[in-house]
């Protein structure tokens, strides 16, 4: 995959203003989706969703331009070609990609972006001024995550194995350290997003304190199901006692409004 160039310092620093976007990746059928709608539900006027491009076809249920904004190869490719992408991927035999102006809509409305893009797009975003916070959602095992995309009965056999397959390779990959910020194990769905909000109340606790935008310096496993894999929660695993976090998680509206206004650092 070859990395959308930024062009120009003004982008840059278009995209990077306002606090820190949140990056959901891991397999396809791990349970990114269902968070994230949960996240933007509750959430609505503190989250929202950058829209990406594919080439793939809508499933039943989808709208362009709010699931994805759904292109042929060419009209994706030409938008490529003339910079406006940030990163973009091959995934499962399609091409998937983040534009500047997906970014920057969120932006506009100083809503906090979420990205749902896969690990190579992970590695891209990396090469960017974006700095966001990186969390992978995962599945308790490979036998769960084919029921949960069998289930979900949007696949045709062959794309199911191609995800399968992708998702072994996601799943290895993204043991490399410090690749992300928290691993969520989304085994029971209510757990899962518990922690996801839980992470974000936090860093949106130290960024607002500090108005800084520091990167995390380890990956920490979510401790609440871990044990379905047998792994060992890390030192400085998240923990965040109920009562602070129910405090603070809803002050997050109260906090937007001292947090940096989209276009107000701009040059
Ligand atoms: N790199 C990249 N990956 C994306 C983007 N949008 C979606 N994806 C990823 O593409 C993969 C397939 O997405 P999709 O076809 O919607 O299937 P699903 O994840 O199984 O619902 C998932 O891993 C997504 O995270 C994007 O803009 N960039
Ligand atoms: N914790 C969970 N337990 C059981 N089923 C789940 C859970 N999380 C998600 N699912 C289901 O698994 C399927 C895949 O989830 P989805 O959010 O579409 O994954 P992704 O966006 O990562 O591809 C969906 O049918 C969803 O309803």
């Not at 108005?211 to 995390?216: A, E, I, K, T």
Request: contains cysteine.
């Amino acid at each position: 995959m070859i990395l959308g160039r930024m062009r120009g310092a003004g982008i840059a620093r278009a995209v990077m203003q306002g606090p820190r976007p949140v990056v959901l990746s891991g397999p396809s059928g791990a349970g990114k989706s269902t968070l994230l709608k949960k996240l933007l539900k509750d959430y609505e006027n503190v989250f929202g969703f950058s829209v990406s491009h594919t080439t793939r076809q809508p499933r039943p249920g989808e709208v362009n331009g709010k699931d994805y904004h759904f292109v042929t190869r060419e009209e994706m490719q030409k938008e490529i070609d003339a910079g406006e992408f940030i990163e973009h991927a091959e995934f499962s035999g399609n091409m998937y990609g983040t534009s500047k102006g997906a970014v920057q809509a969120v932006q506009a409305q100083n809503q906090i972006c979420v990205l749902d893009i896969d690990i190579q797009g992970v590695k891209n975003i990396k090469k960017t001024e974006l700095n966001p916070i990186y969390i992978s959602v995962q599945p308790p095992s490979i036998e769960i995550l084919e029921k949960r995309l069998r289930d979900r009965k949007t696949e045709t056999e062959e794309s199911l194995q191609k995800r399968l397959t992708a998702a072994r390779v996601d799943l290895e990959l993204s043991k490399e350290p410090g690749l992300f910020d928290l691993v969520i194990i989304n085994d029971d769905l209510e757990k899962a997003y518990s922690e996801l909000k839980a992470v974000l109340l936090e860093d949106r606790e130290v960024t607002t304190a500090l108005q800084l935008l520091p990167p995390h310096a380890e990956t920490r496993t979510s401790t609440a199901n871990a044990e379905h894999r047998g792994a060992v929660a890390a030192p400085g695993s998240l923990e965040v006692s109920k009562a602070r976090l129910d405090g603070a998680w809803s002050k997050l509206g109260e906090w937007k409004l001292f947090l940096p206004v989209a276009g107000g650092a701009a040059g």
